[in-house]
């Protein structure tokens, strides 16, 4: 979800970013993301496409 969410975002299509996308969300998920709340998950996904957008901007 937060893939498409990302992809969607910054409309991207290529294969190899979406793949950089995947390995960044996995980084956080190591994180311990489920044992946050609601608010909190949002806030990483928001910093990440933050992130994502300097990048390819």
């Known amino acids: 979800l937060a893939v498409k969410v990302v ?3 910054i409309k991207l299509n290529s294969l190899i970013l979406i793949l950089f996308i995947f390995r960044a969300y996995l980084k956080i ?3 311990s993301l489920p044992l946050l709340d609601v608010y909190k998950r949002v806030e990483v996904i928001r910093k990440v496409i933050h992130k994502i957008k300097k990048i390819y901007t």
Do not use: G, V
Request: charged share 15%; no cysteine.
């Open 29 to 31: 998920t190591k994180i």
């Open 7 to 9: 992809n969607n975002t």
